[in-house]
Structure formats: structure tokens, C-alpha cells
């Protein structure tokens, strides 16, 4: 085994595993630990989305597109927020990485790139993901390793935990590591953190983001261990002010921001509501089928602790589709009354109680939308879809809370992705790739279709290409 490695890197992901395969290829001896027992971090379950204009396979489709409209439309989406270099050097690069993708082996359909409604709509066709997702991105990275580790340019230790720094912030010079052969100290040129986020740390998200509540699915494998490492040597950690919640879902256990279950069916492009949507007071606070998923986003980030509650009636549970992709409608029948999260009364007073707000308000804003119903227009918060009023008991509600998926505040880096000491200087020989830099860095104050695994995927790579020296 070399005695110090030219490039060490924490966490085999979505962002260590090119950042490795780029930096071997170029004749790096490059070590990769990762905590678990294989690699891969979250590729496994991913769907594998990124958002690259200037693809090779968009020119084949005839689309017309330029990293320059993507960056403009990113900038217009969040309101110019976000590190504009970083966000600038992640799109650019973007049309690359698909190349490269389908250089080594990923296949993208016919239909691809797509426009996509879950978040705000680019102008064109510049959404791509495998035939088979993440996992078959993994897969691509697997050959290119195996390739290398055969060929000794690349040594990857699994069920190696890294524990500790070496150095200090004038340089790191290596890190500890607990695996199969106990403690060891490894010393580097280059240390690459791409150890992912901080999901399953309630108390360190409570620090990064103590404006507001952050609820996620469970998400054991972002463990935030190596996030409080850095925190404690003297790394800059921040971006949690730009927090915008991604998603919607219900907490399996109340108790437990942890606990969120996705799979509500709220994009109003794929399913017009039926509901209607009120806050803790009981009272509507926007319009359920704006078409833009941030202004919905924003809507709900400013509900207290980004809690609301859908509610309908029996004549909507009887004729709507099924607002979950979860449950099927029997299950979904029986989880009213049995699930804490979703509640059911036999008039609206009742359900007001059951959901703890106030029964006026709650009465109003239900009489609100059916007298628009009625009237066939005329909604108080201007919306289209007004299928058929709330009249028939009983009466429904589903608590639900607005929720992030990759982790929006990490460690601070320059557009060299070099990490940041707290007096703002980069620490030499220190480098942070993928979720660990926290997505805001390359969003901005909003959610952008592909932005997550686009630029965790493209940074590492261009880091491993050109960025690392030894
Ligand atoms: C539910 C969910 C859905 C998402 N959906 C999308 C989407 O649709 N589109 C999109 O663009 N983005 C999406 N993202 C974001 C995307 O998944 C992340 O940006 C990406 O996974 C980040 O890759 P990573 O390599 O940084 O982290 P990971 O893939 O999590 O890898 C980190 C690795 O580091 C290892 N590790 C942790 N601690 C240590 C340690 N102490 N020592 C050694 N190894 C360690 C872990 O075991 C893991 O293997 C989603 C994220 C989540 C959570």
C-alpha cells in the first residue's frame, strides 16, 4: 500500500465514485473508504435525474439549447441566489456529464430529455435519467472501478469509517479511519470529503437550519458524522438560510421529523386538486394548482413549523383519484381514524377538533371554495381547479408537513470546491463534493429539476478531471 496517497476521498456516492474514477484515470493513487458495507451511497435508490443542457443526445434530438439558458433560467428560478460560479461551473459542465454517462455504459430512452412538473418548467427538454435510474449509473461506475481497482490505479476500502483529521487548517494531511484493521492513520496530498448529508442528524439539521423545522424520510445513510467532523476542525459549515422544503409528505410518527412519508400527489399538472389546503389556524394560504412548484414551496415554508392539513369529503374520496401513490384506495380508506396523520369527522366542527384548529375559520374557508364552486369561478386565492364543493360528510384531512430531501446546508467551498476554514480562507488540501457542500450552493433559494445529482455528479467529476494536483 502507498504510505501517503495522492487522493483520498471519504465516501463512495454519487460524487466520490467519479471524483475517484477521474482522478485514477489520470494516474492519481487514489484510495476511496466508505463506511458501508458496498459502494454506491444513495445510486442504489436514486431515479438518477440530472439536468444538463448541451448534451450530445439532446443535439441527436434536434433540441436547441445552451448551458448559457440554463444558467439564466436556474438564476430566474431562484431569484439570483445560490454561488453563482458554482451553480455557472456545474451547468456548463452538465452536457459532459451525460456524454460521459453514456460513455461508459448508461443508456438514456428514446423519449429522453423530458420536460418535467415536479419542479418549475426550463424552457425546453433538458431532464435525462437512465433506463434504469440511479442503479444503473451505479453499475457504470462499478465497471469503470473494477477496471481500475484491477489495474491497481484505484484501491476502495468498505466498512472504513473515517473518524478524525490529521493536520489542521493550514493543511490537512491525511485522516483516521476505524475499518477491519482498527485504528489507522492515512495520509493524504488531497482529501476529497463526499460523505453526503446530514438527514438522520435531528440535532445538527436543528443548527443549520434553526428557522425552520427539517423534516425528511428516514435517511439513515446521511449520517452527518463527517459534516460534524469538519465542523469541529474549523470548516465553515452554512447554506441552511436558502432552505426551501422540496417536497410534501406525511410524518409516520408525529413525533419524528424523521418519520416522512412521500407519495402525496399534490403537482397540479399530473393531478388537479380536489382538496383544499389550510394551515394550523384553519385557513387556506394559497392556491393549491399554482403551476409553479416553488411558489407552492414558499407558500408552505411560510406556514407555522411548515405544518398544513388537506381536506376534502366523502364525495371527493368517492370521485377523486387516489391523492397517494402509496396506498390503494382501501388502504387509504382504512388509514383515516387509524394512521395519526389522517383524521376523519362527521362534520366540519368535528373535523376542526380532530386536527386542533380553529372550527370558524375552518367552516369559512371550506364555504370560500364552494361558493367559487358554485359560482364555477372566482376562487379567494385565484384557482382553476374547482371540481366539486365540500358538502358531503364526512370530512377528511390529511396532516401533512413540507419537507427537504437532500441536505440544503454543508460545508462552505470556493469555486475550486476547495472547503472553507471559518475565517472564510481554503483549507489546503481539503475538498468537498456532492450533498456535503448542502444543496443551496447550487440551487440558490429554490428547487431545480436535476440540480441535486447534476451538479453532485459533475463537480465530483471535473474535481477528479482537472481541479486535484499532486
Ligand atoms: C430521497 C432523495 C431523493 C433525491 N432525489 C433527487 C432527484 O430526484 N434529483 C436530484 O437531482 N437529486 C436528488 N437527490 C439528491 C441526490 O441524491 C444527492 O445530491 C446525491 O445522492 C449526493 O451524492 P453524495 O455522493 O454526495 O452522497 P451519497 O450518495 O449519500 O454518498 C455518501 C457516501 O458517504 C458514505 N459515508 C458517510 N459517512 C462516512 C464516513 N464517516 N466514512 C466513510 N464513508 C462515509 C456513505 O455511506 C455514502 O456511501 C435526492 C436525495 C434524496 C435524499
Not at 439536468?51 to 444558467?71: K, P, T, V
Not at 424552457?123 to 435519467?129: A, E, G, H, L, V
Not at 382504512?334 to 386536527?355: E, K, N
Not at 427537504?404 to 483549507?427: T, V
Amino acid at each position: 500500500m502507498a504510505d501517503r496517497w495522492d487522493v483520498l476521498i471519504v465516501g463512495a456516492g454519487m460524487a466520490g465514485l467519479p471524483t475517484a474514477i477521474r482522478a485514477a484515470e489520470r494516474g492519481a493513487r487514489t484510495l476511496v473508504v466508505e463506511a458501508g458495507p458496498v459502494i454506491g451511497g444513495k445510486l442504489p435508490r436514486s431515479a438518477g435525474q440530472i439536468s444538463a443542457a448541451g448534451a450530445r443526445l439532446q443535439r441527436r434530438r434536434g433540441i436547441d439549447d445552451s448551458a448559457e439558458d440554463h444558467f439564466r433560467e436556474i438564476m430566474a428560478i431562484n431569484g439570483g441566489t445560490g454561488d453563482p460560479l458554482l451553480i455557472r461551473l456545474s451547468v456548463e459542465e452538465a452536457g459532459a456529464t451525460i456524454d460521459w454517462l453514456e460513455d461508459i455504459g448508461c443508456t438514456f430512452g428514446p423519449e429522453m430529455p423530458v420536460i418535467t412538473y415536479t419542479h418549475d418548467l426550463y424552457r425546453t427538454r433538458r431532464y435525462f435519467w437512465p433506463v434504469r435510474q440511479g442503479p444503473e449509473i451505479l453499475e457504470a461506475f462499478q465497471r469503470r472501478v473494477a477496471a481500475l481497482t484491477a489495474s491497481g490505479g484505484l484501491t476502495i476500502r468498505t466498512h472504513c469509517e473515517m473518524t478524525a483529521f490529521l493536520g489542521d487548517t493550514r493543511r490537512v494531511t491525511g485522516i483516521t479511519v476505524r475499518g477491519a484493521q482498527g485504528e489507522e492513520r492515512l495520509s493524504a496530498t488531497n482529501v476529497v470529503l463526499a460523505a453526503g448529508g446530514y438527514n438522520a442528524d435531528a440535532t445538527l439539521a436543528a443548527a443549520l437550519t434553526p428557522q425552520v423545522p427539517f423534516y425528511s424520510p428516514p435517511m439513515p445513510i446521511s449520517s452527518g458524522k463527517v459534516l460534524r467532523l469538519a465542523r469541529d476542525f474549523g470548516c465553515r459549515l452554512d447554506g441552511g438560510a436558502e432552505y426551501l422544503c422540496v417536497g410534501m409528505g406525511v410524518l409516520d410518527d408525529p413525533d419524528d421529523r424523521n418519520s416522512v412519508r412521500m407519495g402525496l400527489k399534490l403537482v397540479p399538472q399530473q393531478r388537479p386538486p380536489w382538496e383544499i389546503w389550510v394551515n394550523s389556524h384553519g385557513r387556506r394560504f394559497t392556491r393549491e394548482d399554482h403551476p409553479k412548484a416553488n411558489h407552492r414551496r414558499r407558500a408552505i415554508m411560510a406556514q407555522p413549523d411548515l405544518e398544513f392539513f388537506i381536506v376534502f369529503d366523502e364525495g371527493v374520496r368517492q370521485n377523486a383519484p387516489n391523492i397517494t401513490a402509496h396506498l390503494a384506495d382501501e388502504a387509504l380508506r382504512d388509514a383515516f381514524g387509524r394512521h395519526p396523520s389522517y383524521h376523519r369527522a362527521a362534520d366540519v366542527a368535528g373535523l376542526a377538533r380532530a386536527i386542533g384548529v380553529d372550527a370558524s375559520a375552518l367552516g369559512e374557508a371550506i364555504a370560500g371554495y364552494n361558493d367559487a364552486v358554485d359560482r364555477g369561478a372566482g376562487d379567494p386565492f385565484g384557482r382553476d381547479s374547482l371540481p366539486r364543493p365540500l358538502t358531503k360528510p364526512p370530512y377528511y384531512a390529511i396532516s401533512a408537513v413540507g419537507c427537504g430531501l437532500p441536505s440544503p446546508a454543508g460545508i462552505a467551498i470556493d469555486s475550486s470546491l476547495r472547503a472553507l476554514a471559518n475565517d472564510g480562507r481554503p483549507i489546503p488540501g481539503l475538498y468537498a463534493a456532492g450533498e456535503i457542500f448542502g444543496y443551496t450552493r447550487v440551487m440558490g433559494a429554490a428547487y431545480e429539476a436535476g440540480m441535486g445529482n447534476g451538479p453532485a455528479i459533475t463537480l465530483a467529476r471535473v474535481l477528479g478531471e482537472r481541479i486535484l494536483r499532486w
